[in-house]
């Protein structure tokens, strides 16, 4: 069954299922598709479902004519019938994995996915998940759903992990030229996956368990997270010091060798960075260990905001301004430059907490049309014209996306926040005072 299952996979033909079809999901279907295997996508929104058929994209990695091109060539199909899973040879797993309130992973939706799959589950199948997790998930969550099938794993299915790797708006590196990682329940079950994940990833990068695996990418974000929340501590340093915290970033970053950048900034967003250390804090609790490290990042780079909301109101006091009835600008509101995504922004935390303190907000971001803060708030993008950010009190730049003329802005403010350095190459060499985040006032 081994030898057979490798061969097939290597060489016959195979319908591949995507559970999940959304940041992770769809540009991962869209990519077995374009190899020339079938793709079946599932999806519990029949919205998207809807979309996805009718060739219109909803995120921002995967354009309509990409996604229309591979619908035209009928390898790719999405449907919200989950009783089809049984149609497809190899299943991936790509659905949300949130955190409680409480900071504690929410695997649910992975339990969920393992029940479906469990109730067509055959031999032969190979079943990969791609959600980030605990170091763990894969064998004591969704190995036990799928063993109560009375298959044996590694002899009659296989069950692998393989960390997704999507940087969204990453326009150089993709799912086919990204390094796949990849481990697998049993030596069996990597065998099996690398034979199937050869055929649409240009390098894979086997290692000898799905718990090696999971801590991979939970390695990978907490790395950022923890460098990220360095230099943002160096930031709140080097205000209190009265020294520009860019140019001593920037000055760092000429050393080449022993030292490697990272830009301070109002926070950080998107579902990986914020979310995954606390998936390791919390599986370290529960084998009383405390990360105190990995949480003591997640606390600084938490903080990020309110330190933005207070530069705000330093900046509006400059011209005896008070906070709590300014009219205030907020450009750029998704969680990285030249994207969509909202999700875990900084910029929403700072622009709610503005709203708390009574002030009035207005926003710019040329990918992003709406804002859904709470049942009470939501907000429509606004028109950026020189005329609005004249008569605002004060302009902030969360997001520094590329399309924007910043020399413009800045001649354009009263005062401006710039949380992300964007005015920097030329505020410095200008009448403006160039400090860390107050660039104007």
């Known amino acids: ?13 195979f319908k591949f299922g995507v559970i999940g079809l959304g940041y992770v999901g769809l540009p991962l279907s869209l990519q077995i598709a374009r190899s020339g295997l079938e793709v079946l996508g599932f999806e519990i929104d029949p919205d998207k479902v809807t979309g996805i058929n009718n060739g219109r994209s909803h995120i921002v990695d995967v354009s309509d004519q990409e996604l229309g091109e591979v619908l035209a060539d009928w390898k790719f199909q999405a449907t919200g019938e989950m009783h089809r899973i049984s149609e497809c040879d190899a299943i991936s797993i790509c659905v949300p994995t949130p955190l409680s309130k409480s900071h504690e992973p929410d695997i649910s939706y992975i339990l969920a996915a393992s029940k479906v799959v469990a109730q067509s589950l055959r031999k032969g199948q190979l079943i ?4 980030t997790s605990y170091p763990g998930t894969t064998r004591e969550a969704l190995l036990p759903a799928l063993q109560e099938t009375n298959l044996e794993v590694g002899k009659d299915f296989f ?11 990453n326009q150089t590196w993709q799912i086919k030229n990204t390094p796949k990682v990849l481990g697998g329940i049993t030596q069996e079950c990597l065998r099996v996956g690398c034979a199937v994940y050869q055929r649409f990833v240009d390098e894979l990068v086997p290692v000898s368990s799905t718990e090696s695996a999971e801590l991979v990418k939970i390695l990978e974000n907490t790395f950022r997270a923890v460098n990220i929340a360095m230099v943002n501590e160096v930031a709140l340093i080097a205000d209190r010091l009265e020294v520009n915290i860019w140019e001593v970033v920037e000055a760092a970053g000429t050393k080449p060798f022993g030292f490697m950048k990272f ?28 990360a105190r490290f990995v949480e003591l990042a997640s606390e600084v780079n938490e903080e ?3 330190f933005i909301v207070e530069k705000i109101r330093t900046a509006l006091a400059s011209q005896d301004k008070q906070l709590e009835r300014a009219s205030i600008f907020i450009i750029g509101v998704s969680y990285k430059k030249d994207v969509g995504d909202v999700r875990e922004s900084p910029a929403l935390q700072v622009i709610q907490e503005l709203v708390s303190l009574g002030a009035k907000i207005e926003y710019y971001d040329p990918h992003v049309s709406g804002l859904e803060l709470s049942e009470d708030v939501s907000l429509s993008c606004a028109s950026l014209t020189k005329e609005v950010l004249g008569q605002s009190d004060a302009v902030v730049i969360m997001t520094d996306h590329s399309s924007l003329d910043y020399s413009s802005i800045l ?13 920097g190459s030329f505020s410095r060499k200008t009448k403006f005072s160039g400090e860390s985040w107050i660039v104007k006032s």
Request: glycine share 8%; hydrophobic share 30%; proline share 10%.
């Open 128 to 131: 990969v998940l791609e959600s």
């Open 1 to 13: 069954m081994i030898h057979s299952s490798v061969n097939h996979y290597k060489k016959g033909d």
């Open 263 to 290: 830009d301070p900034g109002p926070g950080f967003g998107g579902h990986c960075i914020p979310v995954d250390p606390h998936y390791l804090a919390w599986k370290m609790r529960d084998l009383d260990y405390r």
């Open 304 to 306: 990020m905001p309110k």
């Open 411 to 423: 001649h354009s403010s009263q005062i401006l926040v710039d949380a992300r350095n964007a005015t």
């Open 159 to 169: 069950l692998c992990f393989s960390p997704e790797r999507v940087d969204p708006g």
